[in-house]
């Protein structure tokens, strides 16, 4: 696992788009795993800058989306403040900016049929698996310690399915997005869709997990260094037998004992030592 922590957001956007976009050129048609929340925002304008600026070309590129609210979708009909949807999100942080095709882009189904969601939860595995699995899965992590919508207490191996969201982080993207939007509390989407965290451990060729801002500190420390559980599902990135890049900023490194350790190790492999 490579712990690359940088001083501001900024650069640790830099380097997360520089990731990723050594991918998409060393494989034109890879398979990109991505999430929402305000963590990845500059990470996706890096990318559409290279995009913009450098040609960085995204169009045999295919998509995967973590997760997605349930009982909502990307309305053409309504604004992008209106609709709340990760599809939109998406849609307005990245996709609109780059050139990659709207057939290759999956985000799970807000508006599926709770009736029909095993099914469908199946199906999107089975695409992930057509292609290969994803070779770079953008990771973020949510306060109370998950990953995508795997809340405290969801297996290690749970798979793609609908799953409750707690107060934690209810509260935390009320206050990030709904709030803004004007939209009531008890009227935000309490069920997402949800990549596992079995699934993301099976498909995922290099983990790509990035957090910013002190008030991650705690919980990042938790899932680096503590024990591997799940009450915080991030810890699951201990058990990955792939590529492992963690990248934070200052704020979000701070309470990392290993934090020497990790700066030497990065040093070292700069001057080509290891
Ligand atoms: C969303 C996702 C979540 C977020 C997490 C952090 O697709 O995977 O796990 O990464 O909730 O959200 P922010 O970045 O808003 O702090």
Redesign the pocket.
Known sequence: MDVLIRATYKEMSKVAAQIIAEHVRARPDSVLGL??????VGTYQELARMHREEGLDFSKVTTF???EYLGIGMDLTLSADEDQS?RRFMHEQLFKHINVPESRIHVPDGLVDPAMADEYCEWYEEKIAEVGGIDVQV?????DG????NEPGSSLESRTRIEPLTKD?ID??YR?FYKNAGVKKSEMPHFAVTMGIGTILEFTHHALFIANGAG?AGVVAKALEGPVTSQVTASAIQLFDGTVTVVLDKGAASKLKNRAHYEHVERLKREGAC
Not at 35 to 40: H, I, L, M, N, V
Not at 146 to 149: D, N, P, R, V
Request: zero cysteines; proline letters at 4%; glycine letters at 16%.
């Open positions: 999430a929402t929340g305000s963590t990845p989306n973590l997760d990760y990771l973020g992590i949510g306060g998950h990953w995508a919508f982080t935390d993207n990030a991650k």
